[in-house]
Antibody
Framework: EVQLVESGGGLVKPGGSLRLSCAAS????????MNWVRQAPGKGLEWVSS????????YYADSVKGRFTISRDNAKNSLYLQMNSLRAEDTAVYYC?????????????????WGQGTLVTVSS | IVMTQSPVTLSVSPGERATLSCRAR??????LAWYQQKPGQAPRLLIY???TRATGIPARFSGGGSGTEFTLTISSLQSEDFAVYYC?????????FGQGTKVEIK
């Protein structure tokens, strides 16, 4: 059974930093590009970042580029998101999402499994 | 690519048919997915490739369309189908989602 479990969310002041983690199991993690998708309270879904299986390709949404860093550890079946210079508009539930197939172009894919999400609140 | 869903809210009685629309500002071919999200839960994949049901999705859910116009049809609404539905294009970078359609009990 595929499982994605996020952790690391919490309350942080504007300008602060936070590191999210996603522990994956039930599939060959090292074969898949992995993603972070976020959802602001009461709002829709926004793709944040993707990282290819070998970390050769990394993509960011313009809204987080230069502030967020995605990484992974295939030996630990884990995905990470380092978030710096946080802003109020970064407040959201952050989901780890697995694509539906191993081969993607520019990280483009639908997502067949999602974690339960971790809430990040940026407020003074 | 901007994805526009309509209506914003759809009021439907149990057992009735519901048709949700998703429009892309430019062609996304058939690279379109639909998700269902209930309060406090993660999105759940329903449809990908515009018309292929994901594993375990009941046959009452069907997707159609290509290019810029897409539909999600729920043939006979069950109580567990009342939720928010999102479309997502994954043809052009960056992948983008519609703003959602809330299906509520009439």
């Amino acid at each position: 059974e595929v499982q994605l479990v996020e952790s690391g969310g919490g309350l942080v002041k504007p300008g602060g930093s936070l590191r999210l983690s996603c522990a994956a199991s039930g599939f060959t993690f090292s074969s898949y590009t992995m993603n972070w998708v976020r959802q602001a309270p009461g709002k829709g879904l926004e793709w944040v970042s993707s990282i290819s299986s070998s970390t050769s390709y990394i993509y960011y949404a313009d809204s987080v580029k230069g502030r967020f860093t995605i990484s992974r550890d295939n030996a630990k079946n884990s995905l990470y998101l380092q978030m710096n210079s946080l802003r109020a508009e970064d407040t959201a539930v952050y989901y780890c999402a697995k694509p539906g197939h191993t081969v993607t172009t520019l990280g483009l894919s639908y997502f067949d499994y999602w974690g339960q999400g971790t809430l990040v609140t940026v407020s003074s | 690519i901007v994805m526009t869903q309509s209506p914003v809210t759809l009021s439907v009685s149990p057992g009735e048919r519901a048709t949700l629309s998703c429009r892309a500002r430019q062609s996304v071919s058939s690279n379109l997915a639909w998700y269902q999200q209930k309060p406090g839960q993660a999105p759940r994949l329903l449809i990908y490739g515009a018309s292929t049901r994901a594993t375990g999705i009941p046959a009452r859910f069907s997707g159609g369309g290509s290019g810029t116009e897409f539909t999600l049809t729920i043939s006979s609404l069950q109580s567990e189908d009342f939720a928010v539905y999102y479309c997502q294009q994954y043809n052009n970078w960056p992948q983008t989602f519609g703003q959602g359609t809330k299906v509520e009990i009439k």
